[in-house]
């Protein structure tokens, strides 16, 4: 697998994908993530901020954005405390159109080789990003909320 910047013209498949991640989830009985986020104006933010990408071979096969500096969202942590005050990477909206495994641990994979102290979030209930998350290394450090609470 082939981890590259998106261009404009994936839009619509990066879409596509995010609404792959939303039945998935659904389909776990995971019903209050990713109602209308993300979405293409967030693709397209992420996208002029060079922080969009995509994994492909012959298509592209998954989506996240990525980016090394503060997350504001993880300036409160409750219930815990962050590993390491250092500069970190972010990784965020991990989608995947279902087609292969191992979406993720490429993900996670390419974000480490960038900078070696990585946070990630996910939500309560999404408790297959929680499995990958765990098989991958990261430990769980404590509850943040993100703007829309």
């Not at 219930?79 to 250092?86: F, M, P, Q, S």
């Not at 946070?119 to 499995?131: F, G, K, P, V, W």
Request: hydrophobic share 30%.
């Amino acid at each position: 697998m082939r981890i590259r910047l998106a261009r404009q013209e994936d839009i619509p498949e990066i879409c596509h994908i995010y609404e792959l991640a939303r039945e998935h989830m659904r389909a776990e009985g995971n019903t209050s993530q990713w109602k209308k986020y993300p979405n293409e104006t967030n693709a397209t933010e992420d996208l002029e901020n060079q922080a969009l990408y995509v994994v492909e071979e012959k298509e592209i096969l998954g989506v996240f954005s990525f980016f090394i500096g503060e997350e504001k969202n993880y300036k409160k942590i409750e219930d815990g405390a962050w590993r390491k005050t250092e500069p970190y990477g972010t990784i965020h909206q991990v989608a995947s159109s279902g087609e292969k495994r191992g979406i993720t641990k490429s993900c996670f994979s390419y974000c480490l080789e960038q900078i070696p102290y990585l946070r990630i979030d996910t939500h309560e209930n999404n408790l297959s990003m929680q499995a990958a998350l765990k098989s991958f290394g990261f430990q769980y450090c404590g509850i943040i909320y993100v703007e829309d609470g």
